[in-house]
């Protein structure tokens, strides 16, 4: 049978056929992109030893829990385990090197009506508690 451009009409099979390479093929291929290892984001000029001297100086601790920090068992906040897997910053920021060092220095204006005070940290403190921040995992 004659279809429309003059080739032969499909019988089937080669439908089949590739409905079912797509079966297989599709989810391998989304399976290769994923890994258990997702590397840490880095921060430029960050060095996470200083920043968690500086966590731990800041008393940041009082309202959150943090792996690795002595007395860091507040509730106030959110806990920070894991914080470098986080998608966002406060629930609504893109958890991005940029973006957690300008809510470090000050909080409310990125997120007015948090409860994250500002504690008058320098930019460079910022960045060394960053780059701790993201060696949660």
């Known amino acids: 049978m004659r ?6 009409q499909d019988t089937g099979k080669g439908a089949f056929t590739l409905a079912l390479a797509c079966a297989i093929g599709l989810p391998l291929v989304l399976l290769a992109g994923c890994r258990d290892e997702i590397a840490p984001l880095r921060v430029p000029g960050g ?7 500086l966590v731990s100086q800041y008393q940041c601790g009082a309202c959150h829990a943090i ?6 068992s507040g509730t ?11 998608s966002y910053i406060a629930g609504h ?3 991005q090197p940029a973006n957690l060092v300008r809510w470090l220095i000050d909080p409310p204006a990125m997120a007015p009506g948090t409860t994250m005070p500002s504690l008058g940290l320098s930019e ?14």
């Open 3 to 8: 279809g429309y451009f003059g080739s032969r």
């Open 47 to 53: 060095d996470a030893a200083r920043g968690k001297a």
């Open 67 to 72: 792996p690795g920090v002595a007395a860091a």
């Open 76 to 86: 106030a906040g959110p806990p920070l385990d894991a914080f470098g897997r986080r």
């Open 93 to 95: 920021i893109p958890n």
């Open 124 to 137: 460079d403190e910022a960045r060394h508690m960053a780059a701790y921040l993201y060696s949660l995992e």
